[in-house]
């Protein structure tokens, strides 16, 4: 490495960040820039370890020591071209990727590991700025043809491997833009959306179509695709929302948390809502489930001027460091305290949901909440929880955000007509490691195959079903695996 001793001599130092009373006033991203001489110190902080554990700990594999090297030595090109080996979009994973890999950064076992996302934000933005990403259409044209239905991360990735093999591709999107939950999902403030329309613009004049409006199965026809297409990847996501069926349930105003969120990502680009609004201002909010999506809502709820938020968790409160059961280098799951919450929001956790309580017009005014306990096993997983006695209460609300994860793909349309086989948890099956479903031409990635997971771990998938879509179509693959070696 560069600095071998930059590890001893540095300590991690996160960029900085808007006030959060300043960037409550817009939906801007608000994560400030490393100065140059920043990114190179916390880059130099990386160990040159001998066993990059932290490239493991990445779904995408992606070369993280020696792209920390080129950023060190101040070489952006060598770096844009180590990262874009293994990972098609790092301008997105770079803004909302946990990190994975910084909790298998060797560093990371006594000290803050390197935050390796923030140098590959870092190393995408100036690589654009500099114009080495440039469109780079394939040479020559196999002249196979694949439709890739669902344009989120893992269908563009798998769209963006294929067309570099050469192949047609199609994408086919059934909202008015392409992106899927980079565009109507995660907020603006964590992902703008001009990055996404630049790597879409980008796609493009590489030679992918991109059809928007299109649901196949609804108004495209699945005979014309399994006719006019050599293959087909399906990518549509896991969008069957985990519902609370409480009493009360259909109170105005008890609604799932990406309904909210679609809404103000259209808003907030003066697309047509399309549906009654979904508004936080002047309410009490009371955000159900823990995980990203939950945050999400917290930071948008603040945004719009909701009079108070809280957030609920049906589980025990997470450990703040790691246990036994959460040894290095596994990803521990640690409570984690996000932006949005530190905007403001009541938090509680092993808080159980009894009843959403009307008023007279069928509007919620309040929800009756219970605290919970629970057994743990030996692993620390938790088994079954019991009310605790005397701590009912009903809490004042004219807003639920339900944002308890998603259960499988939507099977009415095209899972149906299509007849391909589902798993035991509803997800289209399609073994590991070959991402074929039981009909020969027809490939599944994403959070439709393995069920709802990251955005990291949908571009792994595309880019993998790619591979054995390229070998299906061809007898061999001239795209990387993911541990950088041509499959044949």
């Known amino acids: 490495m560069g600095k071998v001793t930059g590890f001893l001599e540095y300590e991690r130092t996160p960029p900085s960040k808007e006030d959060a009373k300043e960037r409550l006033k817009h939906y801007n991203e608000f994560v400030n820039a490393y100065q140059i001489e920043e990114v190179n110190k916390e880059a130099a902080r990386c160990m040159d370890c001998g066993v990059p554990f932290c490239q493991s700990g990445c779904p995408l594999g992606n070369v993280i020591p020696e792209f920390n090297d080129a950023v060190y030595q101040g070489d952006w090109h060598l770096a844009s071209t180590i990262l874009l080996s293994t990972n098609n979009f790092p301008e997105f994973t770079g803004r909302i990727c946990p990190a994975p890999c910084e909790s298998a950064c060797v560093l990371g076992i006594n000290r803050s590991p390197v935050s390796i996302e923030e140098i590959e934000k870092h190393i995408i933005e100036i690589a654009f700025n500099k114009g080495y990403i440039k469109a780079e259409e394939p040479l020559i044209r196999t002249g196979k043809k694949v439709a890739v239905i669902g344009s989120g991360p893992a269908g563009l990735a798998a769209a963006a491997q294929l067309n570099k093999a050469g192949h047609e591709v199609v994408v086919y999107e059934r909202d008015d833009t392409p992106g899927g939950l980079l565009n109507y999902g995660i907020p603006d403030f964590k992902l703008q959306k001009d990055v996404v329309t630049r790597r879409i613009s980008l796609m493009e004049k ?15 026809e699945l005979n014309t695709l399994l006719r006019d297409f050599h293959s087909i990847v399906l990518a549509g996501g896991s969008t069957i929302p985990r519902d609370l069926p409480a009493t009360g349930r259909d109170a105005n105003g008890v609604h799932f948390a990406m309904d909210f969120l679609k809404q103000q990502n259209k808003r907030i680009r003066n697309f047509e809502v399309g549906a009654e609004p979904i508004l936080a201002t002047g309410k009490d909010v009371i955000v159900i489930g823990g995980g ?4 999400d809502c917290i930071g948008t709820s603040n945004r719009q001027g909701a009079r108070s938020v809280t ?3 049906i589980m025990p409160m997470p450990s703040q460091a790691r246990t036994s059961n959460m040894p290095w ?9 996000t932006s949005s919450h530190e905007e403001g929001c009541e938090r509680g956790w092993g808080v ?10 069928g ?3 309040a929800v009756k909440v219970v605290d919970v306990e629970w057994d743990i096993d030996p692993s620390g997983r938790p088994l079954n929880f019991k009310e605790k006695a005397g701590t009912e209460r009903d809490l004042p609300c004219q807003l639920v955000l339900l944002a ?14 299509l007849g391909v086989e589902l798993d035991n948890r509803g997800n289209v099956k399609a073994e590991e490691g070959k991402f ?11 959070d439709m195959r393995r069920g709802q997971s990251l955005v990291v771990w949908a571009i792994s998938e595309g880019r993998e079903a790619a591979r054995k879509v390229d070998q299906y179509l061809m007898g061999y693959s001239s795209l990387p695996s993911k541990d950088g070696i041509p499959y044949a």
Do not use: R
Request: net charge neutral; with cysteine; charged share 25%.
């Open 206 to 220: 590489e030679g992918i179509v991109f059809k928007c409006n299109s649901n196949v199965g609804v108004n495209v």
């Open 292 to 295: 990203d999506t939950g945050s």
């Open 311 to 313: 957030q609920f968790e």
């Open 329 to 337: 280098p596994s990803y521990p799951m640690l409570l984690k305290v």
């Open 352 to 361: 159980n949901t009894k009843e959403f309580i009307k008023d007279e017009n």
């Open 363 to 365: 509007n919620l005014k």
């Open 404 to 417: 308890m994860g998603f259960l499988h793909p939507q099977k009415e349309g095209l899972i149906e007509k």
């Open 436 to 446: 074929q479903t039981n009909i020969a031409k027809i490939f599944a990635a994403g």
